[in-house]
C-alpha cells in the first residue's frame, strides 16, 4: 500500500484539486463539475468544522509529493444506518488510479475517525454501479450490510439511485 499523508486542504490547492476532477469524480462523487468559487467555499466549510471538532471534515491526499485526491469523514451523514457511523467518501485523481492510494486513503481516514473518537463504525456508500469503489472498500476490510436507495436522486435513465453500503468496525 502507497505510503499517503492527509493534510487539509487550502487555498493553495484550489488548482491542483480542481485539476484532478474528472468525469468520473463528477459522476460518482460531486454531480457537477467544480469552480474555483465552489472549492474555496468547500474547503472553508471544511476548515470551519475542523476548527469546532464537528460535522464534515476533508483532507487532500498526498502521494509521491502530489496532491493524488481527497477524503472526507461526515459524522452528520443523512445517509448512514446507525448513530455513531461515519460516512467516508473519497475521489483519487486519474495519474494516481489503480496503484492502492484510494484503499490508503481510506486506512489513514478511518484511523483519523478513531483517533479524534469521531464514530465507531465507518461507513462507504457507493453507487452500485461504481465497482472501483467497491473494490477499495472490500480491499479495506469493509463488509457489504446492505443496499439503499436516497431519496430524490435519480439515474438517467430515471431509476432511483442504489447505494451499496459498506461498513468496518473501528478499533477504539
Known amino acids: 500500500m502507497p505510503d499517503v499523508e492527509l493534510r487539509p ?3 493553495a490547492d484550489i488548482d491542483s484539486h480542481n485539476a484532478g476532477e474528472d468525469e468520473a469524480v463528477v459522476r460518482w462523487l460531486s454531480g457537477e463539475p467544480a469552480t474555483v468559487e465552489s472549492t474555496r467555499h468547500h474547503f472553508a466549510h471544511l ?9 464534515k471534515r476533508g483532507f487532500g491526499i498526498w502521494w509521491e509529493g502530489r496532491l493524488a485526491g481527497y477524503v472526507d469523514c461526515d459524522p452528520d451523514s443523512e445517509h ?3 448513530p455513531g457511523d461515519v460516512n467516508i467518501a473519497y475521489a483519487v485523481h486519474p495519474w494516481a488510479r489503480g496503484r492502492g492510494v484510494a484503499t490508503a486513503a481510506v486506512a489513514a481516514i478511518c484511523a483519523y475517525i478513531t483517533a479524534e473518537r469521531i464514530g ?3 461507513i462507504i456508500l457507493a ?14 476490510g ?4 446492505g443496499v439503499c436507495a436516497p431519496s430524490g436522486e435519480y439515474n438517467e435513465d430515471g431509476t432511483p439511485v442504489e447505494l451499496s453500503v459498506y ?6
Open 142 to 145: 469493509f463488509d457489504q450490510i
Open 80 to 82: 448512514t444506518p446507525a
Open 167 to 172: 461498513a468496518l468496525e473501528l478499533r477504539r
Open 47 to 55: 476548515a470551519q468544522n475542523a476548527a469546532r471538532g464537528a460535522g
Open 120 to 122: 465507531r463504525r465507518a
Open 127 to 140: 453507487d452500485a454501479r461504481n465497482i472501483a469503489s467497491a473494490r477499495v472498500a472490500m480491499r479495506s
Open 9 to 11: 486542504l487550502g487555498e
